[in-house]
C-alpha cells in the first residue's frame, strides 16, 4: 500500500451556490448554502485515501465545533491525526466560497492553519521518513513549506509541491521538491512571470520537474525536456472546488506507476471529482476511478 504523508491545511468550508457571482457592492440573493469540510491538506488526505493510500495529515484545528467536527470526519475516513493538533486557543481555518456556474471564488482565513509550524514537521520526521510521497500546498506558513520540501530532500522521500494559494518562491528551495503542481496563474505567480507568456516557455523556467494542470484542458508535463499534453476528461462540472487537490492527491498515489500513467489518472480523477458538490463531494474511490477509466478509453478506443 501507498504511504501518503500530507503537511498542510484543514478548512470548514462555507459554501453559497449562486445563479452569477456578486459584482463589487452589490448583494444578490443565493440559492442554496452548505457547510461541508476543506482545506487544500484536509483534501488532498481524503482523495489520497479514496484512492487506497495510507495517509497521514500534518495540520492543526481550532478549539471550536468546526475543528472537532473536521477531525472527527477526518479520523473515521481513516486518516492517521498523531500530527494533527487541536490548538487550545484561535479558530479552526475557514474557506467562504462562491459556486456560480460550476466555477468557484474562494477566500480562505487561515485560523489555526497559520500555527502549523515547521517544528512539527520535524517532529514527524519518522512519519515522513517511511513515506513514499508526501504531498505539500501552500495554505501554512511558507517556512513550514520549506521545511517539508528540505526534510523531504534529506530523506530522500519524493514531494509534490502544490503552489496553491501562489505566492513567488525562492529558486534555491523550489528545485528540492520532485515535482511542482501550479496551474497556469500559479506558474506565472510563482515564477513573477508575465501571465501572457507561453506556458509551455514558462514551464521551461521552473527548478525542478513540473506538472502544470489546465481544468477541463488536462494537464502537461515535460519528458526528456519536451512538454508533453494529457488531454482531460469531457465532463459535466457541477463544483470545479477541490479538483486541483483530486489531481495532486491521484498524482501521489499513482506516482510509482510512472509519470504518464500518474498524470492520465490524476486528470481523470480531477473530472469525476467536478460531479457533485463540495470540494470532497465528488472524490473517487480507487474502484470507481479505475472502473470509469476502463470504460472511457474503451469508447475512446472504439471510436
Ligand atoms: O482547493 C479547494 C480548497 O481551497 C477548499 O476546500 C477551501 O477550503 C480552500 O482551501
Known amino acids: 500500500m501507498t504511504h501518503i504523508v500530507v503537511v498542510g491545511s484543514i478548512n470548514m468550508d462555507l459554501v453559497t451556490l449562486a445563479a452569477r457571482f456578486p ?3 452589490e448583494t444578490l440573493l443565493g440559492e442554496r448554502f452548505l457547510t461541508v469540510p476543506g482545506g487544500k491538506g484536509a483534501n488532498q488526505a481524503i482523495a489520497a485515501a479514496r484512492l487506497g493510500a495510507e495517509v497521514a495529515l500534518v495540520g492543526a484545528v481550532g478549539d471550536d465545533t468546526f475543528g472537532r467536527q473536521l477531525r472527527q470526519g477526518l479520523h473515521e475516513a481513516g ?3 498523531s500530527h494533527t493538533r487541536q490548538l487550545a486557543k484561535g479558530h479552526t481555518g475557514s474557506a467562504s466560497i462562491t459556486v456560480a456556474g460550476g466555477e468557484n471564488q474562494i477566500l480562505v ?3 489555526a492553519n497559520a500555527q502549523v509550524t515547521p517544528a512539527q514537521v520535524a517532529r514527524a520526521r519518522s512519519l515522513i521518513e517511511r513515506a513514499d510521497v508526501v504531498l505539500v500546498q501552500m495554505e501554512i506558513p511558507l517556512d513550514t513549506v520549506e521545511a517539508t520540501v528540505r526534510l523531504g530532500h534529506r530523506l530522500g522521500v519524493p514531494v509534490i509541491l502544490n503552489p ?3 505566492q513567488r518562491l525562492p529558486p534555491a528551495w523550489l528545485q528540492l521538491a520532485s515535482y511542482v503542481t501550479p496551474n497556469q496563474h500559479e506558474l506565472a505567480i510563482l515564477l513573477d512571470a508575465d501571465p501572457q507568456e507561453d506556458f ?3 514551464m521551461q523556467r521552473v527548478p525542478c520537474p513540473v506538472v502544470l494542470t489546465r481544468g477541463r484542458e488536462g494537464a502537461w508535463y515535460r519528458r526528456h525536456g519536451e512538454p508533453v499534453h494529457q488531454p482531460g476528461y469531457a465532463v459535466d ?3 470545479s472546488t477541490g479538483a486541483g487537490d483530486t489531481f495532486n492527491a491521484a498524482l501521489a498515489v499513482f506516482l510509482a506507476e510512472g509519470l504518464p500513467q500518474a498524470v492520465r489518472k490524476a486528470c481523470a480523477a480531477a473530472a469525476l471529482s467536478v460531479g457533485k458538490l463540495g470540494a470532497q463531494g465528488g472524490m473517487p474511490q ?6 470509469w477509466l476502463a470504460s472511457h478509453d474503451s469508447e475512446a478506443g472504439g471510436r
Open 79 to 81: 486518516i492517521e491525526l
Open 109 to 111: 482565513v487561515p485560523g
Open 286 to 291: 480507487r474502484a470507481e476511478l479505475e472502473a
Open 200 to 202: 509551455r516557455a514558462l
Open 164 to 166: 496553491a494559494p501562489a
Open 23 to 25: 459584482a463589487p457592492g
Open 237 to 239: 462540472v457541477v463544483d
